[in-house]
């Protein structure tokens, strides 16, 4: 990943008009302050990413700059309260801010929903008065980068399995072990890590860079998330001191509800994805012009837009209702598994079908259709694969677990 300024980034000529797609007048549904964030980020995003964002991707470039600027405009923990620095919004506006970075860029989401999600949101529940007050203001300003560790090497779908572990010395705890597959971990100032004690309870960590034997190797050559930071954790005889343990919450279930919050955000911005794949087809729909008509106007063209919207306006549906669940406390781990799945194989839909609509300029970064489409390959794997979700509905409706 190259974040050296002077990468070859160049900025596009071209310019963002997007609009979103709003067929069912949800717009009626949300409040001032949801319409005028949902503008701010657009906005946001129209400046900041899309004239870069090709360059950024073509270039394997994370742009470090932009960590400030989310902090800047409140993308980082929006969610959470503003003694802290948050942002005190619902979780319909963290959704639509999510929704609306996603548009621009899954890599450029993934950064800020592990800032917000993975790093700042169990600091928040499973810390103490003393680490939120250290850790957070700085985070959601954007001065330091989070990340978060769970899945390892040979631990994936099974983290419970993990092999992590701390050791109490009496003064502080002995670290050891390595993570995989983790956003932003280059380039993280401050890791929450999930590590086993010395009876196998998992508890989480805050690890901070410059902790000798921690050190956050980066993952090369991607094809999806080009313009995010990939990496490890490793953890070599790290002594993390005793006031960096989170002491409000152990076992598995800490990193879950953590995922279960991250998994929300995704839903959000995949359709995101696929609403920045259905206006590029759209419009190409009405300007490309073949056997002296624009292909619009011929019926497999308009099956395929109609198909689009379809899809898209459910899972608009489904992403309010879950967020109105949120808001009330009641959202529960098999509901938010539904709507990422449904929204991630939404976008990968609509992505695969908006590029064949482009034709052969559909492979160029002319069109943003083939960037999100290897992005959503991570989205559709990352926080819980596409099967694992079915088998937490699977679990769900029949009571019996498919994966133990």
């Known amino acids: 990943m190259n974040t050296d300024s002077h990468a070859k980034i160049q900025k596009s000529s071209k310019q963002d008009t997007f609009d979103h797609p709003d067929f069912y007048g949800m717009d009626s549904m949300l409040t001032e302050e949801h319409i005028m964030v949902r503008g701010a980020v657009r906005d946001f995003v129209k400046q900041e990413i899309s004239p870069y964002i090709e360059s950024w991707a073509q270039n394997a470039h994370f742009p470090l700059e932009m960590v400030k600027k989310f902090g800047d405009i409140g993308a980082f923990g929006p969610q959470l309260p503003t003694e802290y620095g948050c942002g005190g919004m619902d979780y319909i506006a963290y959704g639509l801010i999510m929704q609306e970075i996603e548009r621009g860029d899954s ?12 790093v700042m949101y169990p ?64 380039h993280a100032d401050v890791a929450v890590v999930w590590a086993k004690d010395e009876t196998g309870r998992i508890h989480g960590l805050i690890v901070e860079r410059g902790m000798e ?41 800490a990193p879950m509800m953590c995922l279960d919050s991250a998994r929300y955000g995704i839903a959000w911005g995949a ?17 490309r012009i073949q056997f002296d008509k624009p ?23 489904l992403n309010f209702r879950l967020g109105q669940l949120f808001n009330e406390g009641k959202a529960t781990t098999p509901q ?16 695969r079908q908006a590029r064949q609509m482009h034709g052969g300029m559909g492979i160029t970064g002319e069109y943003p259709m083939m960037r999100h489409m290897a992005n959503l390959e991570s989205v559709v794997t990352y926080e819980g694969t ?15 677990p498919a994966f133990k």
């Not at 890599?107 to 800032?115: D, L």
């Not at 194989?345 to 609509?350: G, K, M, R």
């Open 107 to 118: 890599g450029m989401r993934s950064t800020a929903s592990v800032q917000g999600s993975l």
């Open 123 to 186: 600091i928040y529940k499973f810390g103490n008065e003393e680490q939120r007050k250290k850790y957070l203001p700085k985070l959601a300003s954007g001065e330091w980068l989070g990340c978060f560790g769970l899945t390892e090497p040979d631990h994936g779908s099974n983290p419970s399995g993990m092999t992590t572990n701390f050791k109490d010395m009496g003064d502080h705890y002995l670290l050891n072990g390595a993570k995989m597959w983790i956003s932003n971990a280059p």
């Open 213 to 253: 034997g921690f050190s956050t190797p980066e993952t090369h050559g991607k094809w999806s998330l080009r313009a995010s930071a990939t990496g490890e954790l490793v953890f070599d005889n790290v002594k993390v001191p005793k006031e960096n343990l989170l002491p409000n919450k152990s076992g598995l279930g």
């Open 271 to 287: 359709i995101g994805a696929a609403m920045d794949c259905y206006e590029s087809a759209r419009r190409y729909c009405a300007e």
């Open 295 to 317: 292909i619009g106007s011929f019926q497999l063209q308009q099956k395929k837009l109609a198909e689009m919207l379809t899809e898209i306006t459910k899972a608009q549906l």
């Open 336 to 351: 938010i598994s539904m709507a990422k799945r449904n929204a991630v194989e939404t976008a990968l839909n609509i992505a």
């Open 386 to 400: 596409h099967d694992i979700h079915l088998l937490i509905l699977g679990a769900e409706i029949t009571g019996i």
